[in-house]
């Protein structure tokens, strides 16, 4: 159970869940879930990190843009 909540699932999904830990059993109802939950958490994570990586190129171009005789990017 603290694995479900370490793996910030929310309490509506861990009550769903609690079925299949009392009889081992898992639907495929249950399975799209945990697999729709992991998608959830992958786009909260590809979200900022696509977000890093768009900073990460413009200040590559500042970087760049400052040293001598280089014009600024557009």
Known sequence: MQQ????RLP???IV???PCIETDEVTLELFDRLLAE???ID???SDPVNTRDMLDTAITMATDARKPGR???R
């Open 43 to 45: 786009k909260r994570i």
């Open 16 to 18: 769903d869940l609690l």
């Open 4 to 7: 479900l909540y370490a793996a």
């Open 71 to 73: 014009p600024c990017p």
């Open 11 to 13: 309490s509506r999904t």
């Open 38 to 40: 992991r998608d959830r």
